[in-house]
Structure formats: C-alpha cells, structure tokens
C-alpha cells in the first residue's frame, strides 16, 4: 500500500493543499515555520484518531480551535488516496475525513472509503458514516453483482467522535475498512529523542523502534535474538557507516536492565551508549528501522540530518530509497543541502508560505532547476543559491 495523494483543506497552515502523484521517496524542504512538521502531523493526528478518538487526537493538539486554520471555520478535511489490493487487483481507494464541532464537541461530519468496482463509472461508497452513523458494505469481492444485490450493513457508533474505521477495520468482512485501519496502525512517524534512546531499559519484549526511540536497546535485543542474519546486515552497515565501530551488542545488566554497548575497535572493552556520539547512535537506530524484519508501509522521518556528520547523509538518503524501493514509502523533512544534494527532483517538494497560508511546490515542475539538474548541478547547491524561490513552473 502507498499514498498516492494527499488534500486537505484547514489544517493549521495548510488552508488548501493537494499533493499529487506523490513518489516512494519525498524530501519536504522549506524554511522554518512553512509547516514541515504540520505536514507529518496529519499522519500522526490519523493514528491518534484511530487509536482513541477525534476529541481525544485534537485535545492533543490544543482543540479544534487551535488545529483548523487561522481565519477559516467550518470543517477540517483529510483526504488520502492510496493502492490496495481487492480481489486479486489493484483499486485506487480513497478515504475522506471531515471534522467538525458544535457547543464545543468535535464530531466525524462525514466518513467516507470509496474506489471503483470496474474500470468505468464513479467510484463506490464502500463505507459512509456520518455524525456516528452509516452504513458499510460486507460483499465488497461481489464485483459481477449489481449495486442493489450488495449487502449493506447499517452500524451505529458509541460516539460521533469515533472514526468508522476504528470499530469496523477489526472485522475482516470490511475488508477495505479493514486494510485501511491495519495500513494506518503500522506508520512509523518519528519524534526520535537522543537522549532518550540512550538510556538503559528495563528488561523486555519490543519488535518495532518507537517513535520516540526510547525502546531502542529492547528492539536491538529482539533482532539479535530472533533474525541474527538481518542483525548481521546492520552491524556490517554500521561498520562503514561509522568508523571504529567494530560490533555492537544488547546485554542485561544484573538489576534485569538491557544496556546498549558499542565496542570501538581500538579499544578492548566496549562503550555503554551513553558514552558513544550522538551520530552513533541515531545511524545505529535508523538502520534498526530501515531493517524492520517487518517494516512499515510509511515511515515519516524529520531531520534526519540532525547530530550526523554530513558525508553519512548520502549513504542514508540511499538507505531510505532502497528501503521504499522494497515496497515501503518514506517522507522526509529536511534543512541539509548535503541531503538533498542526494535526491532528484521528482523527489524534492518545497514548502512556502503566501498569505499566510503554505502551499507546496514539487522541484520537477520547474524549468529551471529540472535543467540545471540535468547539467550536472546538485539540488542542494541551488537551493543555498535562491534557485527554488525565483524559478517559474513548467
């Protein structure tokens, strides 16, 4: 599954935004406060929804007041269009949200799961709920019968605040709303915290790094233990990623804790994490992530460049595309020209702010900078040089 689109409309920043065709591999650059990080935080605000509810995803974030753009009132709408296979075929699905609130309680003012049946025709509402009611279709597979022969199933949620896709997505009989629900549980959008991914943790059980990294140690222990050969891979990455390192290990401590030691070739005893660079161990905890023995359909990564030394962030944007080229999708934010000297411009998407408000532009549909690429300049130097802001569109 891969996003294919993404619109919205009155999302802080993002008063109107239709990004379109979107590629395995995004770069999202821009100055601060164009609304990188806003960006991502639609994905993050789609889990928080699912995993609780709408009140609960935008109390997160100050309330609906805070989260609908400045000036503008009225509904919130996400909208995403993403591949999913239905019934041996690929089907362009999409899912449209729209947010609401009266007397201070927000509410799902519609839900929507759609794609086409066939090849011609508008596409099908599969699942569409309203205000905590709708109805959703349980024979999706039939595509020979008529309309009037699908089995529609009336649902009432417990609140108007529950997205659809929550209660509906455990059944398998809905199987969009079902594959939907699973597509969003497993997107990885990282707040990686340094600090927190160095410190020791209490003994455990962790498949997946967190958002946050702090489990990072446990994760470590896991791939040692159980996919010795996908561990191997990144210890041997680690190697000529950062030099010195020579072996990396997970190790429980006598009070029952899993400590991090990095072992420095020149050196007989290894290093707890807490005396290794910080470069070490975020370089050891993106390669842990990019090598997911079950990886993410969506990884969204801010600033990855952060405590890295710049002539590694070649060698990572590589990591991220062979990770989308295996079937994954990755976005990434990012200030560094030596990232995005890396990328090419059907890659690279630009965010500015007019009248307020962000819109983002794509480095493809520009003349200018799509042949100075071709001449051989990186994207990273023309964008210190200003390129990105005076060129005009194809």
Not at 127 to 153: C, H, V
Not at 155 to 169: F, N
Not at 199 to 226: D, I
């Amino acid at each position: 599954m891969r996003v294919e689109s993404i619109r919205i409309k009155n999302y802080k920043l993002f008063q109107s935004l239709e990004l379109n065709n979107l590629p395995e591999l995004a770069v999202f650059i821009g100055a601060n406060g164009t609304g990188k990080s806003t960006l991502f935080d639609i994905f993050g605000f789609l889990s928080d929804a699912l995993r609780n509810n709408i009140r609960q995803a935008l109390l997160k974030r100050g309330g609906f007041k805070e989260v609908i753009s400045r000036g503008q009132s009225g509904l919130i709408e996400i909208e995403l269009q993403f591949r999913l296979m239905i019934a041996g075929k690929e089907r362009l699905v999409t899912y449209r949200l729209e947010i609401g609130e009266e007397s201070g309680k927000p509410f799902v003012a519609r839900e929507i799961l759609r794609y086409k049946r066939g090849a011609y025709g508008s596409p099908y509402h599969f699942l569409d709920f309203s205000f905590g009611r709708g109805t959703a279709i349980t024979n999706e597979e039939d595509f020979d019968k008529p309309d009037e022969q699908l089995d529609r199933e009336e649902q009432t949620l417990s609140s108007p605040d529950i997205l659809a896709i929550k209660g509906l997505g455990q059944f398998e009989r809905f199987k969009a709303a079902n594959a939907f629900r699973t597509f969003i549980e497993n997107w990885h959008v990282s707040d990686f915290h340094i600090g927190e991914a160095r410190t020791s943790r209490e003994a455990g059980y962790a498949e997946h790094l967190s958002p946050t990294g702090e489990n990072l140690p446990l994760v470590a222990q896991y791939v040692f233990e159980n996919h010795s050969n996908v561990f191997n891979q990144i210890l041997e990455k680690m190697k000529t990623r950062v030099p010195g390192v020579s072996n990396v290990m997970a190790e429980s401590t006598v009070d029952g804790r899993i400590v991090l030691r990095f072992q420095d070739g020149s050196f007989k005893d290894p290093f707890i994490a807490s005396y290794v660079s910080d470069g070490t161990i975020k370089m050891f905890a993106y390669l842990i992530l990019l090598h997911d023995p079950n990886p993410h359909p969506l990884l969204c990564i801010e600033e990855p460049e952060n405590q890295l030394y710049p002539s590694l962030l070649t060698e990572l944007l590589e990591e991220f595309r062979l990770y989308a080229r295996k079937g994954g999708q990755v976005f990434i934010s990012s200030h560094s020209p030596d990232l995005l000297n890396s990328a090419a411009p059907e890659e690279v998407f630009w965010l500015v702010k007019e009248d307020g408000y962000t819109v983002v532009r794509r480095a493809s549909d520009y003349n200018e900078i799509a042949t100075l690429y071709k001449a051989g300049d990186k994207l990273g130097y023309l964008w210190k040089e200003n390129y990105f802001i005076g060129s005009n569109p194809r």
